[in-house]
């Protein structure tokens, strides 16, 4: 061991990319770790190097952000670690505590740059179409911006695992407790786990690295060195438009997010882009009434606040009307969290108080719930139960105002299949719904018979069970909100069920979820997979006519918003209890923050897989039995020996296949994604095979096999679906002119069918 190491503060300490040479432990001051794109801070006890002992140089660059201590440990290889951590002890707990501290920092940071990257992605498609938008309605020639179709999307496809960072975490407790102190005295387990932390701490750096690349490839649309850029379009376009109106007034908006979001954002050169920024500024603000509107806008922060909603948090608790342990350990907690400067901290003392906080949470929701059975729930209790709000100063002024407008104004739109978690279980405790799943694929009938099988309950018992408004509801608390409450708020190592200002990826006013959104976004999926949601079934209403000739019916899915802000969504069941004819059941938060149309499509892509597999049972994967998944399973368990693809294809599959965590059914939702993002709008991204495969068992509508017949990737295929939709055409067109001519009614249902089948629903 070397001598005791002091760096200035601003000083490297390791360049990315140079050989390592040893390992630092930090004994004081603090080190900036640095990745693409950002950096994390290392403190005392922490070990540079340490997450990347599996790699013959440092992918991460160290610095010092204040005046710093460092004593060196030398390392060559995994061999001459193995015997320091032996004479070293305390360093093998020390290491090992350091390094799960920074993989849970790099998983957190991949988290928030997916997010970031995605979100920037969606903005850049929203800025071109406004941009083309405002140019057609001007007559103004809009310049070609070509580069949008060479970016790498793939470079965002892949995601970190969320629940590495739970493990890691986990992890961390262990070998800081008392417990921990023996763990670290086995070498073998302790050299293990500097392999695999090592190696999920490069993959996590990949990430990054791939996120900061795709940044860097969208910041070159909106700035370039030389100009002629979509900054330059949308500026030269701001100065035709007419001066104080609104499409100036949203045009200079978009402009200044623009700015704020890429300046620094992927290393921008100061000196050119800032000064293009002031120029742009400075002829802008001439403009007279350009930012009348926006000034008016200053101050509305607070807009809208009432004292209704000053001491929300009481309010809630005075509604329950009682004073339990549960109750009065919330409050505590949640009056603990206001002190709390970040409430997505990793401390121990934080996530201590988030999963106490979040343990409480369905305890006190369960009863307010049932509260509201009694009398009228107030603005603060409807806002609890609708958003998860139970603060004010934790929601902030404004965002507390915004939910008590829209908590005031929310129109229950259950009829049309999109429930509000509040509405959703008033649903179930009036017998209009039945209760999900659990997490172990058993719904509410199963469980209560199960008791009775058991000999736990009598058949009257079961009965009354099964109509128990208040038992049915407890069930969908304790198992379905639990856990879909998590998987949809995405983050799961930060994951707290209240509404927090400071936690909020993106304005809710921008991200509530409404009917009109989700049923745009699946308007736009069934324009090109029309028969997504259809099912399958016999015409019992006209069997007399109909025989065995099947029909196809469309249930769409229940949509049930959950009461966060969160990046993801989950197809919790594809059908309800038993019944094949009823519809699936989706989970999303109420304030989403990922693009609404991205996200359907991979929930039609998961329902898709998983409706097969309910109807092939056993035989879902049995290519005799010709379907969905049995076709798509056999393509990519056999994809090296398949003629039909070239090596380069069969590379491209393999490395899709990793990327999907080696799970067939995640690499066809991504590759229905591509089908219909970019095939049904004729951008061919899928190998022949895939194609075939998902043009067979999700079809185009006629319409869009007009479109792409011109195409001679798709002309084959469409000759071929052509001809066996004539068969079916044929059969059901014969029996139609059979029931006309022989004076007998026609139902509709066969005129359905026949509309369904040519593609025209």
């Not at 790699?55 to 460092?70: P, Q, R």
């Not at 070293?88 to 501290?101: E, G, I, P, Q, T």
């Not at 496809?157 to 986990?170: I, Q, R, V």
């Not at 597999?613 to 368990?637: C, M, P």
Request: net charge negative.
């Amino acid at each position: 061991m070397a001598e005791n190491r002091t760096y200035k503060r601003g000083q490297t300490i390791i360049e990315a990319g140079s050989a390592i040479s040893s390992l630092g432990l930090i004994i004081s001051g603090r080190v900036a770790a640095v990745y693409p794109g950002g950096a994390m801070m290392l403190d005392r006890a922490d070990v540079m190097g340490i997450t990347e002992v599996v790699n013959e140089v440092h992918f991460l660059g160290y610095k010092a952000v204040s005046d710093t201590v460092v004593i060196p440990y030398p390392y060559t290889n995994l061999e001459t670690l193995e015997k320091l951590l032996s004479q070293h002890s305390d360093f093998a707990r020390v290491s090992l505590c350091s390094l799960f501290k920074q993989i849970t920092g790099l998983l957190g940071q991949c988290q928030i740059s997916e997010i970031h990257s995605g979100d920037l992605y969606q903005k850049l498609g929203r800025d071109v179409d406004l941009y083309r938008s405002l140019c057609k309605k001007f007559r103004v020639k809009a310049e070609d911006i070509g580069e949008l179709s060479e970016l790498d999307t793939y470079l965002i496809e892949e995601s970190s695992d969320t629940w590495l960072a739970d493990y890691y975490a986990g992890l961390a407790r262990l070998y800081q407790s008392e417990t921990g102190k023996t763990v670290a005295t086995d070498l073998s387990v302790t050299m293990g786990m500097l392999r695999k932390g090592s190696l999920d701490s490069r993959k996590a750096y990949q990430l990054l690295d791939n996120y900061y690349t795709f940044r860097q490839e969208l910041g070159n649309i909106y700035f370039k060195p030389e100009g002629n850029d979509l900054y330059d379009h949308l500026t030269e376009l701001f100065f035709r438009l007419s001066a104080g109106s609104d499409d100036m007034f949203e045009l200079r908006k978009t402009i200044t997010r623009i700015e704020e979001s890429f300046y620094d954002e992927v290393g921008l050169d100061d000196g050119v882009y800032r000064s293009r920024m002031d120029a742009f500024a400075d002829k802008a603000d001439n403009i007279p009434d350009a930012v009348e509107e926006e000034e008016d806008n200053e101050g509305t922060d607070e807009a809208g606040f009432t004292e209704e909603l000053s001491g929300s948090l009481d309010k809630i608790i005075d509604f329950i009307g009682e004073e339990s342990e549960t109750v009065i350990n919330f409050k505590t907690h949640v009056i603990d969290l206001k002190n709390v400067d970040d409430p997505e901290s990793v401390d121990d003392d934080v996530a201590t108080l988030r999963k106490r906080i979040a343990t409480e949470f369905y305890d006190i929701y369960k009863l307010v719930f049932f509260r509201t059975l009694e009398k009228t729930p107030t603005l603060p209790v409807l806002m609890f139960l609708y958003f998860g709000y139970v603060d004010e100063q934790l929601a902030g002024r404004r965002y507390s105002s915004y939910l008590a407008n829209i908590a005031s104004s929310l129109k229950d739109h259950s009829g049309a299949g999109i429930y509000t978690f509040y509405d959703w279980l008033k649903n179930i405790y009036n017998g209009r719904k039945d209760p999900s799943r659990d997490e172990f694929d058993t719904d509410y009938t199963d469980t209560i018979h199960k008791l009775k099988i058991q000999n736990k309950i009598d058949a009257a018992e079961e009965k009354k069970r099964l109509m128990d408004g208040r038992a049915r509801v407890n069930f969908e608390l304790d198992n379905f909100f639990r856990s879909a409450d998590k998987v949809t708020y995405g983050r799961i190592t930060t994951f707290c069920p209240i509404f927090l200002e400071k936690t909020c990826i993106k304005d809710p006013t921008s991200t509530l979820v409404t009917l009109e959104a989700i049923s745009g976004a699946l308007d736009r999926i069934r324009e090109i997979d029309y028969s997504a949601y259809y099912r399958e079934t016999l015409d019992q209403k006209n069997i007399d006519v109909m025989g065995k000739e099947t029909i196809h019916l469309e249930f769409l899915p229940d949509f049930i918003l959950m009461p966060n802000m969160g990046t993801r969504a989950v197809m919790w069941q594809e059908i309800e209890g038993k019944l094949r004819n009823s519809p699936s059941r989706m989970a999303i938060s109420i304030f989403h923050s990922e693009d609404i149309f991205a996200t359907l499509i991979r929930l039609t892509g998961d329902f898709r897989w998983e409706m097969c597999k309910r109807i092939q049972g056993a035989r879902w994967n049995d290519v005799t039995e010709h379907s969905l998944t049995s076709e798509y399973f056999d393509y990519v368990q056999f994809y090296r020996k398949n003629r039909d693809l070239s090596p380069e294809i069969k590379e491209k599959i393999r490395t899709s296949l990793q990327r999907a965590k080696n799970s067939f059914k995640e690499m066809f939702i991504r590759d229905y994604i591509l089908w219909v993002m970019y095939e049904g709008n004729g951008s061919p991204r899928l190998n022949k095979v895939a194609r075939q495969i998902i043009h067979t068992y999700c079809p185009f509508s006629d319409r869009q096999n007009t479109k792409l017949r011109t195409n001679p990737i798709y002309t084959e295929l469409i000759d071929r679906s052509e001809l066996k939709k004539g068969q079916k055409l044929h059969r059901l067109e014969g029996l139609e002119k059979k029931l006309v001519n022989s004076g007998q009614s026609v139902p509709d249902t066969l005129r359905d069918e026949i509309a369904f089948i040519s593609g025209n629903v």
